[in-house]
């Protein structure tokens, strides 16, 4: 059974950082590309990420561009999301979703909420 | 960006009646179209990909069509766990662009 479960989020201020990852199990992490996908409170969801199966290639949404960064550790099965110089908007539940091929997500994790607020 | 407009914004319907929901692109993305359902307090889940193929496990009354920049996500009989919001999804090469639209929400009339 495929599961990912994200770990990481919090209460930070504007202008922090914190470090999400994703413990992913059940099938080849190695093989799949991977992705970050928020969802601020009451609101639609937003593709922040993605990253291929070897880490060659990295997108990023314009929004988040120069302050997060995703990477990948496929012998502990991980994923991570580095965030800095977090702000007000980026106020969301973040989920990790296993990607087939870009621009697609068949399984998902729970998520982790991350608050920035002073 | 691509922008996707979804509608309509609220669909009112009982079990059993079919629903139709549609997904419309700004501009031409081929095929590359996906649908998810999402539950209160829980992740969004695959539906479909590419436009008209479904996610492993998804029933068959779930189908979807369309290609260029009208798609359609039709439910042939609602079941009761099918009352939820429906997002589409979808992405260009280039220059990259992965969008979602902003959501159907389904609910019993």
């Known amino acids: 059974e495929v599961q990912l479960v994200e770990s990481g989020g919090g209460l930070v201020q504007p202008g922090g950082s914190l470090r999400l990852s994703c413990a992913a199990s059940?099938?080849?992490?190695?093989?799949?590309?991977m992705n970050w996908v928020r969802q601020a409170p009451g609101k639609g969801l937003e593709w922040v990420s993605y990253i291929s199966s070897s880490s060659s290639t990295i997108y990023y949404a314009d929004s988040v561009k120069g302050r997060f960064t995703i990477s990948r550790d496929n012998a502990k099965n991980s994923l991570y999301l580095q965030m800095n110089s977090l702000r007000a908007e980026d106020t969301a539940v973040y989920y990790c979703?296993?990607?087939?091929?870009?621009?697609?997500?068949?399984?998902w994790g729970q998520g982790t909420l991350v608050t920035v607020s002073s | 960006e691509i922008v996707l407009t979804q509608s309509p914004a609220t669909l009112s319907l009982s079990p059993g009646e079919r629903a139709t929901l549609s997904c419309r692109a700004s501009?031409?993305?081929?095929?590359?179209l996906a649908w998810y359902q999402q539950k209160p307090g829980q992740a969004p889940r695959l539906l479909i990909y590419d436009a008209s193929n479904r996610a492993t496990g998804i029933p068959a009354r779930f189908s979807g069509s369309g290609s260029g920049t009208d798609f359609t996500l039709t439910i042939s009989s609602l079941e009761p766990e099918d009352f939820a919001v429906y997002y589409c999804q979808q992405r260009s090469n280039w220059p990259l662009s992965i969008t979602f639209g902003q959501g159907t929400r389904l609910e019993i009339k």
């Open positions: 979703a296993r990607g087939p091929v870009l621009g697609e997500a068949d399984y």
């Open positions: 501009q031409s993305v081929s095929s590359y």
């Open positions: 059940g099938f080849t992490f190695s093989s799949y590309s």
